[in-house]
């Protein structure tokens, strides 16, 4: 099933992404004017090489070229954001002497899972004796808002590119960084509770030791190494944030650079 809706998502961006870089200035020439025979002076849009210059909903005014990117960039973002769900966000490995393949945690948008059947039981079979709690999805309130938070994110990415909105594009991008600092404070609070809070008839106790696992990076627990990093999610989500910060950002130049990429392998093609 997963696969089936990868294959969906990069599929629904090979087909409906290039259209729109290409279907625009076919309208654009069938609905152009004739040229009147009194008016030979170019507009001061048309002078500086931008093209001819609309409104979007929002009531700013985008040239065309750059309209296309916006559309096409946020069409992107969107199948990112919603390809996040299918992948885990972030990936915890602990490894030791008598754990030599490592022992490993991936938290995923709705839930935390071991990267094979038994890692998670041996993790928690550790965290009893050290004192630590168990470490059960079902407790974590957060992972039941991951799933809707990212398909709002892909909903509104869509909806912007569908009014075309410069403003719209903008308000994506600082609502998702909003959000992704969001979740980066609650998961550091997340560790120093199951790192500090200790149960003080655990069978191995070490004054004054704590257990907290890395934000990022790597450290020293007792004989373990831990380990914490991003994985594919996290990525692809900001994989769709750059896509849509450049897609958004006025510059002509970028917009010329990437229409005439596409109009140049769909000539040469």
């Not at 009531?59 to 070229?65: A, F, I, L, M, Y």
């Not at 609070?189 to 030791?209: K, S, T």
């Amino acid at each position: 099933m997963k696969k089936r809706m990868q294959v969906f998502l990069i599929g629904l961006i090979s087909v409906f992404v290039p259209p729109l870089f290409f279907s625009q200035g076919q309208t654009q020439e069938a609905n152009t004017p004739p040229a009147q025979s009194q008016s030979t002076t170019p507009s001061p849009e048309q002078d500086k090489g931008i093209g001819p210059i609309r409104e979007d909903v929002m009531g700013n005014r985008v040239p065309r070229k750059e309209g296309q990117l916006v559309r096409s960039g946020m069409v992107v973002a969107g199948c990112l954001t919603l390809l996040a769900l299918f992948f885990p966000l972030w990936h915890i490995t602990l490894t030791a002497p008598q754990y030599p393949e490592g022992l490993s945690l991936e938290i995923w948008a709705h839930t935390i899972r071991g990267s094979t059947p038994y890692d998670l039981g041996n993790i928690n079979l550790l965290n009893h004796y050290i004192g630590m709690q168990s470490i059960n999805p079902d407790l974590v309130p957060e992972l039941k808002l991951g799933r809707p938070i990212l398909v709002a994110l892909a909903l509104f990415a869509w909806l912007t590119a569908l009014a075309n909105s410069r403003r719209l594009a903008w308000i994506w991008i600082g609502l998702t960084v909003a959000l992704c600092l969001a979740v980066a404070i609650d998961f550091y609070r997340w560790e120093y509770d199951y790192g500090h809070h200790l149960d003080p008839h655990a069978a191995i106790q070490i004054p004054g030791m704590a257990y907290q696992p890395p934000f990022f990076g790597s450290k020293h627990l007792l004989n373990f190494v831990a380990t914490s990093l991003p994985a594919a999610g996290s990525y692809l989500i900001l994989a769709a944030l750059l896509i849509a910060a450049w897609s958004a950002k006025s510059k002509h130049a970028a917009s010329r650079a990437f229409t005439s990429l596409f109009r140049f392998r769909r000539t040469t093609g």
